[in-house]
């Protein structure tokens, strides 16, 4: 996955948000959840070994999307550790959805404005989402062979353009990745208006 981040940014993308473990995932078996979270302890330690200077140049922002409190105690830190170390970055961005579900985000931001007292537009709903600094994503790419999004940014993405891939994730390469973005180059994004209204626009 990091490769594959790498060559998004490389191709001009600015943020990358990877769903890694949604909130019905944590219904499964001890062991498979354990091994995730191996991944996680050995990737974010390998980052925070790296040399500052290195780190510094590449200013990428991580962000944790999802309920936290629902993970481990140590995975927590680790997140928000990597949060915290790159928070000062205003550019690119890998957005960690983990423990996560687009269902219950939209729940906690109803029950947050209901809290505050808060009489909600589009505009500040979305600011009391995990996403509230982000842009909404223009392309979500969904592998192994699944036609759903399996309750990922449910909100967020009311106008992305869908991609599937009948590949399983391991086997997604960055040709894949070039695919997926050459597709979604060819397509014409509408947001409700007619092709007529595009052309006078343009």
């Not at 550790?81 to 985000?105: C, I, P």
């Amino acid at each position: 996955m990091e490769e594959l981040t790498q060559h998004a940014f490389a191709l001009g993308v600015e943020h990358v948000t990877l769903y890694a473990l949604s909130t019905e995932n944590l219904n499964r078996p001890k062991e498979e959840l354990e091994e995730l979270f191996g991944l996680l302890r050995e990737h974010f330690q390998k980052y925070k070994d790296k040399d500052k200077d290195v780190e510094n140049k590449e200013k990428i922002r991580f962000r944790a999307l999802g309920d936290l409190s629902l993970l481990p105690e140590d995975i927590q830190e680790i997140l928000r550790e990597g949060e915290r170390r790159t928070a000062e970055f205003t550019g690119k961005s890998v957005n960690l959805a983990v423990a996560y579900g687009g269902r219950s985000e939209l729940v906690r931001a109803v029950n947050l404005a209901i809290e505050r007292g808060e009489q909600v537009c589009e505009e500040s709903f979305s600011k009391l989402l995990y996403t509230r600094d982000l842009p909404d994503p223009d392309l979500i790419i969904r592998t192994g062979k699944e036609m759903r999004l399996s309750n990922f940014l449910l909100y967020q993405a009311a106008y992305a353009e869908l991609y599937f891939s009948e590949k399983m994730f391991p086997d997604f390469t960055k040709g894949d990745l070039e695919e997926a973005f050459r597709d979604y180059a060819e397509r014409r994004r509408r947001y409700g208006k007619t092709d007529e209204q595009l052309d006078e626009a343009e």
